[in-house]
Structures are given as structure tokens and as C-alpha cells.
């Protein structure tokens, strides 16, 4: 069993940054693909980010590229999410996910954290 608790969330201005955390509990942490998905109000939730349980393998939706970099650190048990050149429309709930189900495209994932709050004022 795995729980994902998400911090750095917060209201920051167009161009600004934020880095985001995501720091798992259970000590399989290190198998699992991770990902990041957001929510924004009125709008299905969609992928953003994920990485590959070494790191090694990235993939990033084509609205966040260059902007967004996914990160992890697998003796903190700890996933990252560096947000760069925010915009109005990342204005989302911000979630963790880890092992998914099936193609990642599906955001079949088996934990999920509860989300933290990314304000980008214009």
C-alpha cells in the first residue's frame, strides 16, 4: 500500500514557479512508474507529467513542455514537479499519482494523493 501526500501548491503570478512535492509512505515506492495530473474547474482531469520508477524515462503533455520538469528521488521517497513560466491556465488542483493500471494516457492509476491547489493570477 502506498499514500501520497502533495505539497507547494499555492497562488503565484503569470511567469512565476513553483516546485511541487510529492512524498510517498510504503517502502515500494522505488518500483513504481509516478505521475502528475491537475484538474482545473469545469474540466476533466488530465495528465501532465511522469516518470519511470529509475527516472530515466520522462513524458510531458504538450501544453507543460519546456515549462515543467518531473523529478524523483527514490531515497526520500519523494516525487517532484518544477513548474516554470506558469500561466493563467495552469490553474488546476495539482495530483500525484503512482503505478498505473495501463497506458498512462487511460489516468488508471492504483494511488492517487488529495490534490493541492495551483493559483496563476493574470
Known amino acids: 500500500q502506498v499514500q501520497l501526500v502533495e505539497s507547494g501548491g499555492g497562488l503565484v503570478q503569470t511567469g512565476g514557479s513553483l516546485r511541487l512535492s510529492c512524498a510517498a509512505s510504503?517502502?515500494?515506492?522505488?518500483?513504481?512508474?509516478m505521475a502528475w495530473c491537475r484538474q482545473a474547474p469545469g474540466k476533466e482531469r488530465e495528465f501532465v507529467a511522469a516518470?519511470?520508477?529509475?527516472?530515466?524515462?520522462?513524458s510531458y503533455a504538450d501544453s507543460v513542455k519546456g515549462r515543467f520538469t518531473v523529478s524523483r528521488d527514490n531515497a526520500k521517497n519523494t516525487v517532484y514537479l518544477q513548474m516554470n513560466g506558469l500561466k493563467p491556465e495552469d490553474t488546476a488542483v495539482y495530483y500525484c499519482?503512482?503505478?498505473?493500471?495501463?497506458?498512462?494516457?487511460?489516468?488508471?492509476?492504483?494511488?492517487w494523493g488529495q490534490g493541492t491547489q495551483v493559483t496563476v493570477s493574470s
Open positions: 499519482a503512482a503505478d498505473p493500471k495501463g497506458p498512462i494516457a487511460t489516468l488508471a492509476f492504483n494511488y
Open positions: 510504503g517502502r515500494t515506492f522505488s518500483r513504481y512508474t
Open positions: 516518470l519511470s520508477w529509475s527516472g530515466g524515462g520522462t
